[in-house]
Nanobody
Framework: QVQLVESGGGLVQAGDSLRLSCAVTGGTFSRYILGWFRQAPGKEREYVAAITRNGGSAYATDIAKGRFTISRDNAKNTVHLQMNNLEPEDTAVYYC????????????????WGQGTQVTVSS
């Protein structure tokens, strides 16, 4: 069974940076496309970024705005999301997902999810 465990969330001030990590176990890491999503209270889960098996990255432009960078380390079975210049609107629970589908931005196409890590940005 594939398991994903996120870490790195916290409480920061506007303008600060955070680096989220997601450790993947129980499967063949290199098989999966990995994505980061977020969900704020009362809102649906929304796509943030994804990275393909060979390291190609894609972003939700209206969210990332050049501030976020996704990366993966196939040797350590880990995917990261570097978030810079954080804004209060970035406050949400951030989830890591794994998929073999090419529909990167659709949460319904992800097969496995972590439990999430809370990011809170104060103004």
């Amino acid at each position: 069974q594939v398991q994903l465990v996120e870490s790195g969330g916290g409480l920061v001030q506007a303008g600060d940076s955070l680096r989220l990590s997601c450790a993947v176990t129980g499967g063949t890491f290199s098989r999966y496309i990995l994505g980061w999503f977020r969900q704020a209270p009362g809102k649906e889960r929304e796509y943030v970024a994804a990275i393909t098996r060979n390291g190609g990255s894609a972003y939700a432009t209206d969210i990332a705005k050049g501030r976020f960078t996704i990366s993966r380390d196939n040797a350590k079975n880990t995917v990261h999301l570097q978030m810079n210049n954080l804004e209060p609107e970035d406050t949400a629970v951030y989830y890591c997902g794994a998929t073999t589908s090419s529909y990167l931005g659709s949460p319904s196409h992800y097969d496995y999810w972590g439990q999430g890590t809370q990011v809170t940005v104060s103004s």
